[in-house]
């Protein structure tokens, strides 16, 4: 996770034969992808989530004030 100029960097990897569910902290929208496997599924309270496929993914949004789960 990197966080820069009021944008988090979330990189992730999957392992083979792996489905996971990928949640981005958003303030509540959509965070940008840098793929083609990952499905949006909604938001739940300020996070964005996606279903994802193994191999490398990148999630990109704005910085958001900091929530416990």
């Known amino acids: 996770m ?4 009021g ?18 902290a958003t303030g509540g929208s ?4 840098d793929g ?3 499905q949006f599924r909604g ?3 300020d996070r964005a989530i996606y279903a994802v496929a193994s191999g490398r993914h990148t999630f990109t949004a704005r910085e958001t004030e900091r929530k416990a789960l």
């Not at 990197?2 to 100029?5: E, F, G, P, V």
């Not at 944008?7 to 981005?24: A, K, Q, S, Y």
């Not at 959509?30 to 992808?33: G, P, R, T």
């Open 2 to 5: 990197d966080r820069k100029d």
């Open 7 to 24: 944008r988090l960097r979330l990189d992730v990897e999957i392992p083979p034969n792996t489905t996971v569910d990928v949640l981005v």
């Open 30 to 33: 959509a965070a940008q992808v």
């Open 36 to 38: 083609y496997s990952e």
């Open 43 to 45: 938001v739940r309270d």
